[in-house]
């Protein structure tokens, strides 16, 4: 599903946070939303998830206004998955996944059973169904991350957003989680801080500078040492590692 972010613009206390932002995604592509830290990403996100209401510009998901859309219809096309999910009610896995089930009722209660193969399909796919029956409040940090990837897939989305998804979790976890979301069958928009993970998972790069789009395309063309010196201030090696059929990012001091 194809996302269009047309001059988008979002200001809090006089400041402006993001500034004129346009982009285009691809249906089906993994795009990466990247930047330093204070660029906008999260904020931007938001935006496109329809929790904040851009102050200039617009986000449409296949044509449709994101931000006309009742909130029960926008969780089914739209799925967020933020930086720190917490919770202070005493949930299973099981019951936090369902929630992701929660747009796809009716008004009144169905089956006790209704959405249980989806439920059950979205623990397979991000490798928590072996812990169905633990407590939320006992699960490590990376696990939390895995059941609130399985809650956003319960929702059926087509669009998935991850705001810092691998903050975490251990480097062979990052790169599990990352492949894990690449397959599936969904357009993903994620914000990462990681530039090699960047250049090893995403199709496509929007980057972020102080709010606004400096540049954009295909990580082949977008992830270059020019760009990381201009953006960031620091000197790095882009190279194709052709043994690992990807590019690599190394820094230098």
Request: aromatic content about 4%.
């Amino acid at each position: 599903m194809r996302v269009d972010v047309r001059g988008v613009g979002w200001d809090v206390d006089g400041r402006t946070i993001v500034d004129e932002v346009t982009a285009t995604v691809r249906p089906g592509t993994f795009t990466g939303l990247i930047g330093p830290n204070g660029s906008g990403k999260t904020t931007l996100l938001h935006v496109v998830a329809g929790l904040l209401a851009p102050d200039r510009g617009s986000v449409r998901v296949d044509g449709d206004d994101v931000h006309a859309m009742g909130a029960r219809d926008r969780a089914t096309r739209v799925a967020l998955l933020e930086q720190h999910a917490s919770t202070t009610l005493d949930l299973t896995v099981r019951q936090v996944v369902e929630l992701g089930r929660i747009p796809h009722r009716g008004r009144w209660p169905g089956r006790s059973d209704e959405g249980a193969e989806q439920v059950d399909r979205a623990l397979r796919l991000s490798r928590v169904d072996g812990l169905v029956d633990r407590r939320w409040q006992t699960l490590s940090g990376g696990e939390r991350q895995r059941v609130q990837l399985a809650r956003a897939l319960a929702q059926e989305p087509q669009v998935l957003l991850l705001d810092e998804p691998t903050n975490h979790l251990d480097l062979s976890h990052q790169i599990d989680f990352l492949a894990t979301v690449r397959d599936l069958e969904v357009t993903v928009v994620a914000a990462l801080h990681d530039l090699d993970l960047a250049a090893a998972f995403c199709d496509d790069l929007v980057v972020l500078r102080q709010g606004r789009v400096v540049a954009s395309g295909a990580v082949a063309d977008v992830m270059t040492s020019g760009m990381i010196r201009e953006v960031y201030d620091v000197s790095t090696s882009v190279r194709h590692d052709h043994d690992a059929g990807r590019l690599t990012v190394t820094w230098h001091r």
